[in-house]
């Protein structure tokens, strides 16, 4: 295999854009949402049609006119929404639409061979091929996705943002498995926001800023991440986490949780924020912090223990009252749990607070749009039309309209579970920001995050969970990154 | 209430900014045609090639006001637990008990007592009765649904057996005349040359209009319907307000309840019988997601109509019934398969 070139001119989504990629190298595509890595990697899957532009494969050209034509050439995709079906078992999910059939009669026993044979070479024989798929955790899943990716004579595998779903040792094997399969001459297109996996993983990357690539083929090992950052984001990206401001001696407590415990998840946690804190919660999925902030939230009921926000206790497990109160959630999962996504974008913004903005029960949707007009402005949320839908903006600027959804409800305490998931760094920088800021108006703010660097950088306080305890309350800067991990680490295993 | 209660954080950069105007709206073509009469733009269509039909086949049988006002007529009962439909679904459930319901109401009202106590004070008497009956019906399946956590589909079709059955019983499987003339004669009056059911229709249709586009509790049904979880952790009282809904198509079928017994001067528990599907069938049609969170009233309207217009065609031309449920079953596949192309455009952009 020569490699691939590749260039085309689109009217918007990619401009001349040259990728060329190299048997068993690990190529990694970089670029802010937006910036057209997914329409790169779909016309690569066969599922869009260049406009102009040729596809070489091997040195052929190629025309890639459907996903099959992709497939036979032995380029397999793994899209970012895992894409199993949850009722089949994991050998019906690899064999789905090639399945091995005998005159039309399934050869389950052969299917099931095959997969695991797959799967072992994958460094999951412990997976059972008929085991339903719905029963699997996220990472699990992702392996069964690239043991169906495998299951064609695959010489080139695109990973689309494959670490997004994933724990720190999860992402450990799946780095395991890339360099198995590079090893073994297969080239892989690693997408990806994280640059740090980017310098562990990749060989070469190329850089896309707004459909145009701004590096192509460049040495990971001889660029440094200020230069990527510079490239991605036509900026200088300095310093990614804001400075913490002190909080004065005297600032009053806006939220105390005292023994809350839910049964069988997390018990008696205690812990204060004051205003214009920020506490971190950082532990590893499972260990309760999403979970911990939910139930103070109310959306889970709290099997004992109390929450009180600005003095004013809560009533269990009602997340009414919780809002009333002045409390505000930014939930793990920005599109099922926080948006609506075919609304428009002031319409999610007021989804807390339109009753306010009503008289005798009809709502003033151009207060509305004025409101979210101005948090617009003020966020720097673009694009910066209160009517666009939710669904189509990036994953940045949705996580801005959550933001912009309690600032305009006059929140005090603010709960941010993951707040930069699938954000890119040049956004994510400016969310960081957008968090201090309100920080420094006097809001209380808590945030989970699976990124420990993120809480260390972003809070002023850590609080460390692990199996359902807060195993450490320690000031951010008095903590590293490797003494978190070990902390998480031998409480997990207690 | 003024807006500085909204905390906003100041610009990153740069001073004051003058704010920016408003977004006017512009009616321009192409608003015009992203916006309602866009949206309608299919059932407008398909409602106009039936009248071009009916006026090439039946001529003016069909065309005059009065042959018009039969269909609008016809259309002012299944039209109203249309409306109500239309919440239900947009809120991301389903009510399949409107029919039988329906029935129920127009038994318990039309019963001797409360007939008598009708003849006594007012016919008000009788209208009150059937519409709390609807409201009560819905309330319940409204209960069972939002705090029982029973499938909206499972806890209406008991709803749609047990109120068959119950107004069996109290019918004791017997047709009930209404005996209250001032009634009849206000429900088969007219104005203004329109009759009394079509005012009811349209008053329904245009409440329904306003309660869900222009009201809080609109905006909560489309929240909720659009994505219940995110509503929930919102703030929105999701239970309640589900309840709410379910009243919602009880109240409708209490309302429809009243204009079949001004229609038919009897009260029966056979009426309403299979009303659930043609309601749902409407609503789908006209443009509301079964799976939640979007529709129309003006769809929903249209779907009404278009059905009605269907059955009138038919039978000016005396075809027979059979065929007319063919042709209804082609039109329901056609209509959604054309919202789904429609509906595609909107959000499958990225």
Redesign the interface.
Known sequence: MTGISKNFSGVQALKNVDLEIVAGEVHCILGQNGAGKSTLIKTLAGAHLPDSGTIEWNGEPVSLHSPQDAIELGIATMYQELDVVDGLTIAENIFLGHELSLGGVLRTGEANERTRRLLERLGHGDLAPSREVGSLSAANKQIVSMARALSHDTRLIIMDEPSAVLDGEEVKNLFRVVRELTSAGIAVVYITHRLEEIREIGDRITVLKDGSSTANGLDVSETPTSELIRRMTGREVENVFPAATPIPDDAPLALEVQGLSLDGVFHDVDFTVRAGEIVGLAGLVGSGRSEILETIYGARRASSGTVRANGRRLRRGSVRDAVRAGIGLSPEERKSQGLLLDEPIFRNVTLSSFTRFARGGFVDERRERRIAAEQIDALELRPADPDRPARTLSGGNQQKILLARWLVNRTSVLLLDEPTRGVDVGARAEIYALIRELAANGDAVVVVSSEIEEVLGLADTVLVVGDGRILTTVKSDQIDEHQVLDLVMKGTAA | ?S?S????????AGGP?T??P??RRRFTAKSLLSGSIGRNLGLILALAALFAVGAITAGDRFTNIDNILVIVRLASIIGVISIGMTFVIIGGGIDLSVGSVMGLASVVATLSAIQAAADNSTWLVMVFTALAVGLAAGFLNGFVIAYGKVVAFMATLAMLVAARGLAEILANRQTQVVRIPEFIDFMNSDLLGVDMLIWIFVLVAVAGWILLN??????RT??IG??R?????????VRRHTMYLYAITGLTAGIAAVMILGRTTAGTSTHGTLYELDAIAAVVVGGTLLAG??GTITGTVFGVLIFATLTNVFTQNNLSTSVQAVAKGVIIVVAVLLQQRFAGQ??K??
Do not use: D, K, Y
């Open positions: 209430m807006e209660q909204s905390q906003t954080i100041a610009p990153a900014e704010p920016e408003q977004p222009r009201t809080t509790f609109g905006r489309v929240a659009g994505n979880e995110a509503a929930r952790l919102a703030g929105i009282a969170g979007r909107g959000s952009s990225q």
